[in-house]
């Protein structure tokens, strides 16, 4: 059956080749003769027949390759081609919709291929990197692309400032070029229907969009753009999402579990081009923000638009578990069951031909030159070109060998003194020569083999920050080169200080620079003559490395080493005396280096050396110079073939004939036979023979490692195969079938070396051989590869050297291998194939992908239209335990916004299709920024330094963590609740306590507390003024910290009794009405609020509104003054006018204000009598305040409430009349409002008081004011602290200069409702610490709505303590104590002690029930001083009435506990309390109202906007929330808006990092954008509200994928 098969075949290749044209027949000839002997059978011995099959499958593939288009001529074979490439590729095209036949033929869409006369086109410029060229990539790319229109998705766009948008006006814009789609969509745009006018007028952008996300054929042509002003793309978008379906529900729909039901649908609207109203985006009336506030924008649809994005199935998560609750386990991927495996037989090494020794090859490189140098002094050894190709110079072996000698005799002589000599045999230096001075560079080089030291060319550092010129620095270090050579033309061009000093570069040795020029050399002396020695071991030179992570290392190369390597060339190319060579590689390393400065000497041999710089001018140069001196070789990369063929144009007098041997020199790299196909297929008719093309592999640390022999057999075609990409990513070799999109073929680089041994390994793990049909590290044994990393013996025993063993663990030989870098295999008849780089290597989810083939990918998406010059840089980075990837690109100068978005959503399709990976980033750069290396390429790991380091500036991103995170833990299941009385018995079984603390008791404290014996609060004052009438009680002090005004108790008390004359008769008020008091923080206040006491009214203290911003702060006073229901309004006369003013007009209907009274004209009378309530249950005042979350909530606050408020905090700070405490507070609700108006009154201390207002202008007033009037105690708020923390940082000094002394202060309390931020804190005592403040002195309070002040440090007591906490426990609900330090760990510092006669238990919120010492729970308090109630919320009327009055449900059923509404937990500690007892310590953690719920699982936001705010310097503020649980970050920029979308990224990373969570919006805005209240708290929902109404005006959001 086999020999029929292949009777069968021999029979159809010879009715092939009979119909092909005439160029052809000598390729197929080859191929006939293969199969015709059988060579085929010869795969590996393993699996011979399924191989065999294969392989013929290939070599037909190979001629459906449309790079061989313009060979074929004939009618016939144009047909098979069509035949065979919709064979190939029809599987994966869609169905185009049925064509009237009755159409002329041009209308219809045409399926012919791009023009065969492809190369003869002229094209711009080298406008992509060529080496990833390959016709059937392209379209398996654009097939792929096409399937993805059955898939419909939506991504929405980002959107940006204007200023941040590179492009072009709209005017400019352009239908997107549709010809780089698949073939079928060229002419179906606008036919369709009939009216192509409105899609060419304007993008026709429905179209567009559907085409840039599915590729789509179908098409409608009515523009939604025409009626949008044209104010550009995000308008557009904005309307197209109009018109898609978005499912509202009133619940928002869960992302985080993916089903694929909730495809999104595109409606066209009826009657298309008609006009028609604007739309409202996405449904607007549907949504509402959490909190009900219905919404209308853009904002809101786009993210509604991603969650239906999200919702789509997308690759299944990995198997992941956790091991206890919160020990989340990000389990690696179980291997995929169907996965291919190796099936082949265990490899064995290959030898190469025995390296066979002339008779006159010279002993050493050396000995070679002076024997050329003597015998042939006139011969040509190099001829060096200058720009305009003209011969610059002729460099012949009696010149090399004399100035060498001269070079030779400087270094050893002329250097440093006789006795000292700076340079001795066996030391090493640099060579330093610009590439278009290949003969200084060959003289300096042999110069230092005659003087026997060691040469390490390197590259000319251009300036002093040169990408990688800091590790070639450290090469130089290590190395211990202090001298450097080069040319006069280098010397002159290096930078120079202004003494004329060549500077030291960055990272770089001193060193002395040596001008090599003969012109400033000394004669050697006749008697003097270099020692030539037979090659030995010593070092010949040091060839330099670059890692994968920018490292340079140097690689030791011995002379025996160099001999051995350049007599294997010189048998491997058949090298003979005389013949010419052309070389455009770089001279200094690599093949060049090998080819082109030293084989060549040992042949005496003739280079032409082609500079960088003619290429760039010319890049048909090599191959004129080729004709011009008839070069039987030529040393290139593919990159100089593709150019060469860019740039040929029919030229008449090019003819290769004279060629024996083209050397490609990157010919490891799978895509170079793109290039090689295609240089063949153009010069073919120019004389260039097919068997001429040797691709050859070599690395840096095996040197050649292998090479294809010029044969004179044009029979024997070359081997190639076509590879499935599938099957490479797990390693194994599988020839593909044709059906496949996903292929690698793959050109064979030849034969290994003669003398050498080669085997491939594993590339983990333990080095065993490969199976036959596995991919592994080419390895090679040999005399001619290096033997080290120079001065690095770690390295070189643990990764350049290796010893392989077989399966059984024996080794293969005595002597060590040397890894070359290379991943291959070595195929039938000892061919080297190579599939890819280790150093390119990216291991996704245990899948190994190349980055040269997404590289090739994303080029084909588009080809020679997006991408700037094919400048693409693809590497990976670790984020969440796997490696991800991340593609930049630099895009075309001319493209827009319209274009980069659309390219990448096609990118990453089709990457996802061939390579079933996902990118995890994709940036874009503006064309020419990414750093280069010296020869112009992408210096890759310093573009990836940029990334992580959030310094790339790209100019468009595109993040799709959702798509390839795949190891994210399971969410959290929810465990039915354990009940309250199952919880304490657990506790009392493991010898836990139950959470319970409290202050001292009130009634146990004896002290002479006067006021005590007064219920009210005016009956203090009154008493007050009769006994200690002059006693000062208050003194507000300016911006210049001047007392502004003073008052004394007296003085009070007749301000007070004036302004109840004014209420009552004035105002006619009752007693028990609501007055609201909009004052500027002072003293007028004060006496509002006891004139208001006086009268038996109830004061509202409401923050008055700001006059620069009164459409914002007007509308919150109006709320609070009518929710309050007020009955009158007192005020100042200057707010008065504020209120009543044209601007207050604009923003309010100031005609339904309350009487306003101004208090700046008081009546001088007294009232008749002071009003004394009946009941001290009775309401004093009402406390008003918004909370986080956007509430806003007024608290009763009854006048024994009020009383026991004062007393407890007098009691805890020790308040005396003799005290005074500066107060820098806002007073309008809370502590901060107890502290400034009703403290100095009950306890007769003096208040300080300082407007936090006034800091803004002197940011030093409050500390200044603690040191001028000798404080012990004060208090300020979070924003206070950062603003002395910020604008004092760098004033210490002067501060102390002017006496600033904090020595004396006792406490310094943060005022504050929130988890203390103990950075912030820390930050303060560390920097005031040289005032003298002491670091115990600084402390928190904690106080709520429900209780206005819980904990307060106060004067006696243990210090606060901090703990540590894992945060991933907390996440659960749970408290894990560890130690500082350890990962996920957490600082909680304790807030505050817990004032007397305060009662706290820590409570399940859930069930109820009390849960144990250091568990997490909601904190509830019992206390004399809780509010009674909430006065009104507003927004939220059926607030749980269980606020006020919980119940536990276990245990102690009978108190009353007020939930405050944060969760904490209690944990006694070895500390003693002021009572003797061990002390409880109370940590706040957060409120529930603000948690996020996700995954499962609680987050505080606090802990996520640390994080981000970590994550870049630029980052000034964060603020998250979630919207539709999709995360939302909104981070402040302080720096240039190019940095914004920096951010993105690293965002990104580090929330997935420590918190396992996948961002979904990143939202970028200027600095003060994100809302903070009075205490320094963020306003999170005011923010969400904007983002959603489209109000921040941000400088970039990006909508992750």
């Not at 399924?50 to 144009?78: E, K, N, P, V, Y």
């Not at 506030?293 to 649809?301: C, E, L, T």
């Not at 040319?487 to 004329?500: E, I, Q, R, V």
């Not at 050397?663 to 090689?676: E, F, L, Q, R």
Request: with cysteine; glycine share 8%; charged share 20%.
């Amino acid at each position: 059956m086999w020999r029929g098969c292949v009777k069968r075949m021999k029979k159809w290749f010879l009715g092939w080749e009979s119909a092909m044209p005439r160029g052809f027949a000598s390729s197929s000839r080859g191929i006939k003769s293969e199969w015709a002997s059988g060579h085929v059978l010869r795969w590996f011995p393993g699996c011979p027949l399924a191989w065999s099959c294969a392989w013929g499958r290939s070599c037909l593939h190979l001629f459906s390759c449309a790079d061989f288009q313009d060979g074929l001529r004939g009618d016939i074979t144009q047909k098979g081609y069509e035949k065979k490439r919709s064979k190939l590729i029809g599987a994966y095209l869609p169905q185009p919709p049925r064509v009237d036949q009755a159409l002329p033929p041009e209308r219809r869409a045409p399926v012919t291929p791009a023009s065969s006369t492809r190369y003869h086109r002229r094209r711009s410029s080298g406008s992509r990197d060529e080496r990833y060229r390959s016709d059937v990539h392209t379209e398996a790319v654009q097939a792929a692309l096409a399937k993805h229109k059955e898939r419909k998705m939506a991504v929405p766009m980002p959107s940006k400032r204007r200023s941040l948008v590179v492009q072009t006006s709209m005017d400019a814009y352009t239908p997107p070029d549709t010809s780089s789609g698949s073939e079928d969509e060229g002419s179906v745009q606008g036919d369709s229907q009939g009216t192509p006018t409105s899609s060419q007028g304007s993008i026709n952008m429905e179209h567009w969009i559907s085409q840039a996300i599915h590729g789509s054929t179908t098409s409608t042509t009515s523009s939604s753009s025409t009626q949008s002003g044209g104010s550009g793309a995000a308008h557009r978008l904005a309307d197209v999402m109009a018109q898609t379906h978005i499912e509202n529900h009133s619940a928002p729909p869960d992302v985080t579990t993916y089903t694929s039901e909730h495809s999104i649908q595109v409606e066209r609207p009826q009657g298309s081009t008609t006009s028609r109203t604007a739309p409202k985006y996405g449904n607007a009336e549907l949504m509402e923000t959490g909190d009900g506030v219905p919404v209308s924008s853009r904002v809101s649809a786009k993210i509604q638009q991603l969650v239906n994005t999200l919702k789509r199935p997308k690759r299944p998560p990995l198997r992941e578990f956790f091991v206890d609750d919160f020990e989340e386990l990000l389990e690696v991927q179980q291997p995929d069951p169907n996965q291919p495996k190796p099936e082949g037989a265990q490899m064995l090494a290959v030898r190469g031909e025995q390296l066979g020794v002339v008779t006159n090859w010279p002993p050493s490189l050396e000995a070679a030159l002076q024997r050329w140098g003597t015998i042939s002094p006139k011969a040509p050894c190099l001829t060096t070109m200058d720009t305009n190709g003209k011969p610059l110079y002729i460099l012949t072996y009696g010149k090399l060998w004399t100035r060498s000698m001269k070079v030779a005799y400087n270094i050893l002589h002329k250097l440093g003194t006789k006795q000292e000599p700076m340079v001795r045999p066996g030391d090493r230096v640099a060579l330093v020569f610009p590439n278009n001075d290949p003969a200084a560079s060959m003289v300096a080089f042999y110069g230092c083999l005659l003087a026997e030291v060691v040469p390490v060319p390197i590259e000319v550092p251009l300036t002093r920050k040169d990408a990688g010129s800091q590790q070639i620095g450290f090469l130089l270090g290590s190395c211990g080169v202090t001298v450097a050579l080069t040319s006069d033309a280098c010397h002159k061009g290096l930078p120079k200080s202004p003494t004329g000093e060549i500077p030291q570069f960055k990272g770089w040795p001193k060193l002395l620079w040596f001008v090599t020029e003969s012109k400033h050399l000394s004669k050697p002396p006749r008697d003097w003559f270099p020692h030539i020695k037979d090659a030995n071991n010593d070092t010949a030179y040091i060839e330099y490395k670059t890692c994968k992570d920018g490292s340079v290392l140097g690689v030791t190369v011995t002379r025996i080493a160099l001999l051995t390597h350049c007599q294997a060339l010189t048998q491997a190319c058949g090298y003979t005396e005389a013949e010419t060579i052309v070389n455009v590689l770089d001279f200094k390393k690599d093949v060049g280096l090998w080819h082109g400065i030293l084989t060549s000497v040992m042949n005496m041999m003739h280079v032409i050396s082609i500079p960088y710089a003619l290429m760039k001018v010319n890049p048909l140069s090599w191959i004129q110079k080729v004709c011009q001196y008839k070069a039987k070789v030529a040393c290139v990369k593919s990159r100089d073939m593709h150019w060469a063929l860019v740039a040929h144009r029919d030229q008449r007098d090019v003819n290769l004939s004279s060629l024996r041997m083209l050397i490609v020199a990157d010919g490891a790299n799978p895509w170079s036979i793109s290039s090689c196909d295609a240089f063949l297929n153009v010069f073919q008719s120019k004389g260039l023979r097919q068997e001429v093309i040797c691709p050859c592999a070599s690395s840096p640390e095996a040197l050649t490692v292998a090479i294809r022999r010029p044969t004179d057999d044009s029979n024997q075609p070359p081997g190639r195969g076509v590879l499935s990409m599938h099957g490479l990513t797990y390693g194994v070799i599988r020839v593909d079938s044709e059906e496949k999109l996903s292929v690698l073929t793959v050109q064979d680089v030849g034969l290994v070396m003669p003398g050498a041994i080669m085997c491939s390994v594993k590339p983990d793990g333990i080095p065993q051989l490969c199976r036959t049909d596995e991919i592994g590290e080419l390895c090679v044994c040999a005399i001619a590869t290096g033997t080290s990393y120079y001065g690095l013996s770690g390295m070189t025993k643990n990764t350049f050297e290796v010893f392989p063993v077989t399966s059984s663990g024996a080794p293969v030989s005595e002597y060590p291998f040397v890894r070359t870098g290379l991943l291959g295999f070595v195929g039938p008849g000892g061919l080297v194939f190579v599939v890819g780089k280790m150093d390119g290597l990216m291991v996704v989810s245990g899948r190994r992908h190349n980055a040269d083939d997404i590289v090739a990918t994303a080029l084909a998406v588009e080809p020679m239209k997006f991408v700037y010059r094919g400048r693409i840089a693809v590497f990976s980075v670790t984020v969440l335990h796997d490696e991800r990837i991340v593609i930049v690109a630099e895009q075309r100068p001319d493209s827009t916004e319209e274009d980069s978005f659309q390219w990448m959503s096609r990118v990453l399709q089709a990457i996802d299709s061939i390579h079933q990976v996902g990118v995890y980033c994709l940036a874009l750069v503006p064309a020419n920024t990414l750093p280069k290396t010296p020869l112009g390429g992408i210096h890759l790991s310093e573009t990836k330094q940029l990334f992580l380091e959030g310094s790339l500036h790209p100019c468009n991103v595109l993040m799709c963590p959702h798509t390839c995170v795949t190891n994210l833990p399971k969410p959290r299941q929810k465990q039915p609740e354990i009940g309250p009385a199952s919880v304490m018995v657990g506790n009392l079984v493991s010898g836990k306590r139950i959470a319970q603390a409290s202050g001292r008791d009130l009634g146990q404290i004896e002290d002479n507390d006067q006021a005590r014996k007064f219920l009210f609060l005016s009956e203090v004052l009154q008493w007050r003024a009769q006994t200690t009438p002059d006693h000062v009680l208050y003194t507000l002090l300016n911006c210049r910290g001047a007392i502004a005004s003073s008052l004394t108790c007296v003085q009070l008390h007749k301000r007070a009794e004036k302004i109840a004359v004014m209420l009552l008769e004035r105002g006619h008020l009752q007693d028990g009405d609501h007055v609201a008091l909009v004052y500027p923080p002072g003293i007028d206040l004060i006496a509002a609020f006891y004139g208001c006491l006086y009268a038996g009214c109830v004061p509202i203290t409401v923050r008055p509104p700001h006059p620069q911003n009164i459409a914002t702060t007007l509308p919150t006073v109006k709320m609070i003054v009518e929710v309050s229901r007020s009955a009158c309004l007192m005020t100042t006369q200057l707010i008065c006018k504020l209120l009543r003013s044209r601007e207050a007009a604009a923003a309010v209907d100031v005609r339904a204000w309350p009487p306003i009274l101004d208090t700046d004209d008081l009546p001088k009378k007294r009232p008749a009598q002071i009003y004394k309530p009946s009941n001290p249950d009775t309401l004093a005042y009402l406390d008003f305040s918004v909370s986080t979350t956007g509430m806003l909530a007024g608290v009763k606050m009854c006048h024994a409430a009020t009383s026991a408020f004062c007393r407890s905090i007098k009691l805890q700070c020790e308040l005396y009349p003799s005290r005074e405490v500066a107060i820098c507070l806002d007073p309008y609700c809370g502590l901060g409002f107890v502290l400034w108006c009703l403290c100095s009154v009950y306890s007769g201390h003096q208040s300080i008081l300082i407007p936090p207002s006034e800091l803004e202008t002197n940011p030093a007033l409050w500390l200044l004011a603690v040191s001028q009037y000798k404080v012990r105690d004060t208090f300020c708020s979070y924003s206070v602290m950062e603003l002395c923390t910020k604008g004092l940082g760098s004033q210490t000094e002067s501060l102390k200069a002017r006496g600033l002394d904090l020595s004396r202060v006792r406490t310094c309390v943060v005022v504050a409702e929130e988890r203390p931020r103990i950075a912030l804190t820390q930050s303060f005592s560390k920097l005031f610490k040289d005032l003298g403040l002491h670091p115990r002195a600084v402390s928190t309070s904690f106080g709520c709505r429900v209780n206005l002040a819980i904990c307060l440090q106060g004067t006696s007591g243990p210090d606060p303590t901090t703990v540590y906490v894992d945060m991933r426990a907390l996440r659960h609900d749970r408290v894990r104590l560890v130690e500082r330090g350890s990962p996920h760990s957490l600082p909680l510092m304790e807030s505050g002690k817990i004032l007397p006669g305060v009662r706290i238990i820590i409570a399940n919120p859930e069930t109820k029930g009390p849960l144990g010492d250091s568990h997490l729970g909601e904190i509830w308090v019992h206390s004399a001083h809780n509010a009674s109630g909430y006065f009104t919320i507003y927004g939220d009327e059926s607030l749980q009435s269980d606020h006020f009055n919980s119940r536990l449900s276990f245990g102690d059923t009978q108190t009353v506990w007020a939930r405050t509404g944060y969760l904490g937990f209690l944990r006694r500690t070895e500390l003693t309390d002021a009572n003797g007892e061990r002390h409880d310590a109370l940590y706040v953690v957060g409120a529930l109202d603000e948690a996020m719920e996700l995954r499962g699982m609680r987050y505080h936001p606090i802990d996520i906007e640390t994080s981000v705010i970590r994550a870049h310097k630029s980052v000034t503020e964060c603020a998250v929330f979630t919207w539709t649980n999709l995360l939302v970050v909104v981070v402040e920029l302080d720096g240039s808006e190019q940095e914004a979308l920096d951010l993105v990224p690293l965002v990104t990373n580090v929330v997935l990092e420590e918190h396992y969570l996948v961002v979904g919006v990143v939202v970028v805005v200027d600095i003060g954008v994100i809302p903070i209240n009075s205490r320094g708290e963020k306003q999170r929902m005011h923010l969400r509200d904007g983002f959603l109404a489209d109000q921040l005006d941000p400088i970039y959001v990006a909508y992750n994928m």
